[in-house]
């Protein structure tokens, strides 16, 4: 269920220091410690999910709610009006850094597509 080895894992037991702003059963969200726009969310699954790559149809409760939570996260914030984006980067070319697969909610500007 939880991998020692990972920082995300550790965030969603409360063993590693994060702003959380949103937790239940299944999902935690937080603020990105290097946020690239004025709001920049992350949500994760609880479970440890290394990447899109290793999603099963056991998880899709827990990817519901990941954009459950997206869609509560935005109005809080106050950018669902105004818009956001939301990135979920896998492996090399995708950019992902942090292998537990998280939902980047990123808004509070405008954004050109793609960001590079
Ligand atoms: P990605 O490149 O899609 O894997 O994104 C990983 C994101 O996690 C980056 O935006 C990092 O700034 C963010 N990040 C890494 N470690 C932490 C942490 N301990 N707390 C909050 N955000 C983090």
């Known amino acids: ?14 063993q590693a220091p994060a ?4 937790q239940d059963d299944l999902v935690t969200a937080f603020r ?6 004025p709001t920049h969310l992350l949500i994760i699954p609880n479970r440890h999910i290394e990447s899109v790559n290793f999603v099963t149809p ?16 935005a109005e809080q914030e106050g950018i669902a009006a105004s818009g956001y984006r939301i990135i979920v980067n896998t492996n090399a070319n995708g950019g992902q850094t942090v292998f537990h697969l998280h939902m980047h909610v990123i808004g509070g ?6 960001m590079g």
């Open 58 to 73: 056991e998880d899709e409760p827990t990817l519901g709610r990941l954009f459950r939570v997206a869609r509560h996260l």
């Open 19 to 22: 702003h959380i702003l949103y």
């Open 32 to 37: 990105d410690i290097h946020p690239v726009a």
């Open 109 to 114: 500007q405008r954004m050109r597509y793609p």
């Open 1 to 14: 269920m939880m991998n020692a080895a990972c920082i995300f894992c550790k965030i969603a037991a409360r």
